[in-house]
Structures are given as C-alpha cells and as structure tokens.
C-alpha cells in the first residue's frame, strides 16, 4: 500500500515518514508534501492508497483539501484518508467525516497510533476492494449492449479498419469522447501464468480472472479521458485520451501510473501478479494500430525481464536473431540421462542447457527461438521411442505447437521440467518390463561362470546392453554396484571352499583368480585374515 504525508512542519512531516517503521508493515511512502496545493500536485502522478493530513497548513488547509480530493473524479473514491489535527474541534470533525475520513487524531499523537490508524485504513481498504470484487463478480456487464459494441470498436480501431472520419464519426455514436485533434497512448496488461502452486485457480479461470482485473482497473482508473476494454486475444487494453493543448511526457507518466497502480491492486485483490507493455509515445488517433502493437511487443518482452513489470516499448537495433548455440556434451548428457531414465541427472544437464540456451536471450525472438531448439530435441528424444509427443506431455501439447504461449521464465522453465519427468517416467515404466529378467540373467551368469573373470563390460557385451545402463539398472535393482556384488559373491564362495578343505591355490581359481598372491591380497582385505589362517 502506498501513503501520502500532507504536513506543514518540517520536523513533523521528516519524522512522520522515517521514525515509524512502515517497510514492515509492507507500507511505502510515496511522497511528502507541506500543504494542499503541493499535495493536489502529487496525488495525480503518485496514486497513494492512503493520505495522512494536517488539518492547519498554509495556501490550503486539510479540511480543503478533503473537498477537493473527493470532488476530483481522476482521484479514486477508494482512497482512504487520516486527519491530524492540533485542535478539539467539534466542527472540524464534522466537517471531516462528511468527507468520509477513515480516523480523526489529535495531536500530538503517537506514533504506534498513527501506525494503527494507517493499518485500519489499509484493512478498510482491502475490505472495500474485495466486497468490490464480490460484487464485480456476480455482475452480467457482457449483458450491457453499449458496452459490448464499444469493445468491438475498439477491436476494429486496433486491427487499423477505421479511417479517420470512421473513428470519429463511431466514437460519438458509442458515446466516446474523442475530439478531431485529440492524441492517444495505449497500454496492455495481461495476468501473468498462474504459478505452479497456486490452488485457487485453474488454466480454465483465466478468463474470468482477466475479466475481474477489467472491472478492477475501470474502478480504480475513473477518469473519462481513459477507456479500459479488451482486445481480441483477451488482453486488458487501456487506452488515454490526451487532449490537444495537453504535455506529451505529462501524459506518458500519467498512462504509466495508471498502469502501475492496476498492477499494485491486482496483487492486493486477486493475489496474483500481471504485466503490462506501454507504447512509446503519443500518436494520432490512425497510428492506434501502430501503438498497440508496440504495447503489445513491450508485453512480450517480460519472457525476458520478468513479471509483475510496466514494460516500455524501445526500439531495438536491427540485428540478425542469433541461433541456439550449446556445448555438445550438456546435450549429450541430457540424452543419456533421459536414456537411462535417471531424472536427477537429467534435470542438472537441463539446468546446465538452460543456462547456455536461454540467459543470453536478449528479446522475446530469441527466447522462444531457444524454446523451438529444446522442444525439437525433446520431440526427437520421444520419436526415437516410438511414443507420440501428445501421449508423454499431455496437456502440455498446446506449449509445443505454439511457443509464444509461453510468457515467463519461470512457466518455461517449468514446462521443460515437466517434460524431463514426462519423458523419465515413459522410460522408466518400458525398462520395468524388462529390467528384472535382465538382472536374473547377470546373477545366473555370475553364478555358473564364477571361475572365470567378470567385469561389468564382459556381461554387457554378452547380454547386448549398453554399460552405463547396465551399471544403473543393477545398482538400482540390487542396492549395490555391480563390482561390489561380484566381489561379495567371490568371498564368500572362495571362505567356503576353503571350509570344505580346498586348498588356497584350487579355491583362488575357482573363483577366478589365477595370481595366488593377489588372491591373498584380496581375501586378506576382505576378511581381516588370510586364506591359510582362515582355513586353519
């Protein structure tokens, strides 16, 4: 939440803002002033939440102020305003509470009583917003015809349809204020991806969710030079209307702030975070298209510097996308990984892909060209199997025929998480079938052929299989590695032999040793004694 302190001393005004610890109370103060005239020029650029006023100042008092406040219709009505007063007038709090003040203190009050004031007022104004949204949701606006028909104007107008005398001559029969000369500066804002850990909502409530944040952002943003629809791929578009003898960088900041005010609430109401692309400057009402597409370009740019962001457009340099480029072995490693069904594994050469591929994108091009290059290897690595793509990713499919879906980091990184463990459990439920019968064999083998040398190569060459996958199924199936285990069943056969009165010379060769002396060594390490002793 944002506050505004409105006080004429300047002792009062500094310790106001810096003794009492707002930051943890997830409270910014956004700007100071010392009378109402200072505090009007404020408010329309910094959008408080919340106003601290003191009633006696110079130029304008606070009482003034109030009447000003709530007569003004671009200041939101959800504002919540706190008097401070030096005196214990009847009068004066009459005055404030017809103005709707949230609480009247008396000075000097202290400063845990301002803070709880402020946190009253905070908690007041969560509760207006959410009964807002209660009521904003079980409102039918789609039944409204009007404002239907000015959403397809606006569509029409963005898709670049309209000539000039069009624009004009349908903006007043739809009721739009627009005049010959005005100019205009577009914005789009879009929630971003639901995270992964959010229960409340499913893909399936997008919709209704960005239909929320519009009905939040025309509460918020009342003012009738700013006109809030959608476009045809569901995107919030806020378009303001800047008149003719009005400053183009004033009216910049002030589309910017607006923007930025609607991301804020959207958080405090709907605890999810969106994003927005604003277009470069002003333009004329026929470069609408040019500017929407440069709103909706910036928007895309958050694939790359991240989400709950108010992106301008920029014009980029022209220069080639650069291709997808990789060390071969991060690649290989993700392959056998996902080969031998080991997800650790192939998640680390994924991170390790992702930092090559995708942290040195610099547009929205080229990350979604490095998303082609790690879908395309995916799509191969299930082909090889036989399987189909839309059988091992499942509803992940649509992020596969269409890249630009993909809208953050964090959901394409996720995404290629998903796929990693898709891919493991395919190959981990094929292996199962097999995986039992395969370490039968090798023990069968150990069993019959003990007199002879085994290694892991020799019994993969004579089984067909491949080592490193070999190694891991055994390890995995046995809960020892393969070494291990032909050395435990050589002890132990060679100790019983020589129980049964072998000599140490016959025991070590029917176990597979043909250096006597290495034998002892062995059997010396494995049991703590040697073979003679043993047998002795």
Same mark, same amino acid.
């Given at each position: 939440m944002n506050l505004m302190i409105v006080e004429d001393e300047p002792r009062l005004r500094n310790a106001l803002a810096h003794n009492i610890p707002w930051d943890k109370h997830g409270i910014e103060v956004v700007g100071m002033a010392s009378n109402g005239v200072e505090a009007l020029e404020l408010v329309s650029r910094k959008k408080p939440d919340i106003m601290l006023i003191d009633v006696q100042m110079p130029e304008m008092d606070g009482l003034t102020l109030l009447g000003e406040l709530r007569s003004r219709q671009e200041i939101s009505k959800l504002m919540k305003m706190i008097i401070l007063s030096g005196?214990?007038?009847?009068?004066?709090?009459?005055?404030?509470?017809?103005?709707?003040?949230?609480?009247?203190?008396? =000075?000097?009050?202290?400063?845990?009583? @301002?803070?709880?004031?402020?946190?009253?007022?905070?908690?007041?104004?969560?509760? $207006?917003? &959410?009964?807002?949204?209660? =009521?904003?949701? /079980?409102?039918?606006?789609?039944?409204?015809?009007?404002?239907?028909?000015?959403?397809?104007?606006?569509?029409?107008?963005?898709?670049?349809?309209?000539?000039?005398? $069009? *624009?004009?001559?349908?903006?007043?029969?739809?009721?739009?204020?627009?005049?010959?000369? $005005?100019? @205009?500066?577009?914005?789009?804002?879009?929630? $971003?991806?639901?995270?992964?850990?959010?229960?409340?909502?499913?893909? %399936? !409530?997008?919709?209704?969710?960005?239909?929320?944040?519009?009905?939040?952002?025309?509460?918020?943003?009342?003012?009738?030079?700013?006109?809030?629809? #959608?476009?045809?791929?569901?995107?919030?578009?806020?378009?303001? *209307?800047?008149?003719?003898?009005?400053?183009?960088?004033?009216?910049? /900041?002030?589309?910017?702030? !607006?923007? #930025?005010?609607?991301?804020?609430?959207?958080?405090?109401?709907?605890?999810?975070?969106?994003?927005? %692309?604003?277009?470069?400057? *002003?333009?004329? @009402? &026929?470069?609408?298209?040019? /500017?929407?597409?440069?709103?909706?370009?910036? /928007?895309?740019?958050?694939?790359?510097? %991240?989400?709950?962001?108010? *992106?301008?457009?920029?014009?980029?340099?022209?220069?080639?996308?650069?291709?997808?480029?990789?060390?071969?072995?991060? &690649?290989?490693?993700?392959?056998?990984a996902l080969e031998t069904a080991d997800e650790s594994k192939a998640l680390e050469a994924l991170k390790g892909l992702w930092e090559e591929a995708f942290t040195r994108s610099e547009s929205s091009d080229e990350f979604h060209e490095a998303v082609l290059y790690m879908n395309s290897f995916f799509t191969r690595m299930i082909q090889k199997q036989g399987w189909t793509v839309k059988r091992v990713v499942g509803e992940d499919i649509d992020y596969f025929q269409n890249v630009k879906l993909l809208s953050t980091k964090m959901q394409t990184f996720s995404l290629l998480e998903r796929t990693v463990k898709h891919i493991v459990a395919f190959m981990s439920e094929q292996r199962k079938t097999t995986s039992n019968q395969v370490v039968k064999d090798i023990l069968n083998l150990l069993e019959e052929e003990m007199d002879q040398e085994i290694t892991l190569h020799t019994v993969a060459d004579r089984l067909y299989v491949n080592s490193s996958y070999l190694s891991r199924l055994f390890k995995q199936e046995m809960g020892v590695v393969f070494s291990t285990y032909v050395l435990e069943r050589k002890m132990e056969r060679a100790k019983s032999l020589l129980q049964d009165g072998f000599k140490v010379y016959d025991a070590a060769r029917l176990v597979g040793y043909r250096d006597v002396s290495y034998f002892t060594k062995v059997f010396r390490k494995y049991w703590g004694v040697n073979p003679g002793e043993f047998k002795g």
């Open positions: 005196h214990d007038n009847f009068e004066f709090a009459q005055i404030a509470l017809e103005y709707g003040v949230s609480k009247y203190l008396l =000075k000097p009050a202290g400063e845990e009583e @301002i803070l709880e004031a402020v946190l009253e007022a905070r908690q007041q104004l969560r509760g $207006d917003l &959410e009964q807002w949204q209660r =009521k904003a949701a /079980l409102e039918q606006k789609w039944k409204d015809n009007l404002p239907h028909l000015q959403n397809l104007f606006f569509i029409q107008w963005i898709s670049g349809k309209y000539t000039r005398q $069009d *624009i004009l001559s349908k903006s007043r029969e739809l009721y739009i204020p627009l005049k010959e000369h $005005d100019r @205009i500066a577009v914005a789009v804002v879009d929630l $971003d991806p639901l995270p992964e850990h959010e229960t409340r909502f499913q893909r %399936g !409530d997008v919709e209704l969710l960005q239909f929320t944040m519009q009905c939040l952002a025309k509460e918020l943003l009342p003012h009738p030079s700013r006109w809030i629809t #959608s476009d045809s791929g569901n995107l919030l578009l806020l378009v303001l *209307i800047v008149e003719e003898d009005q400053d183009a960088k004033e009216a910049m /900041l002030r589309l910017n702030a !607006d923007v #930025s005010k609607l991301l804020s609430q959207t958080r405090e109401v709907l605890k999810l975070t969106a994003s927005a %692309g604003i277009c470069a400057s *002003i333009g004329t @009402i &026929e470069e609408m298209s040019l /500017l929407y597409v440069q709103a909706c370009r910036a /928007l895309q740019e958050r694939v790359v510097y %991240g989400h709950d962001l108010a *992106i301008p457009y920029r014009e980029q340099l022209r220069r080639d996308i650069q291709g997808v480029i990789v060390q071969q072995n991060l &690649e290989k490693a993700l392959e056998i």
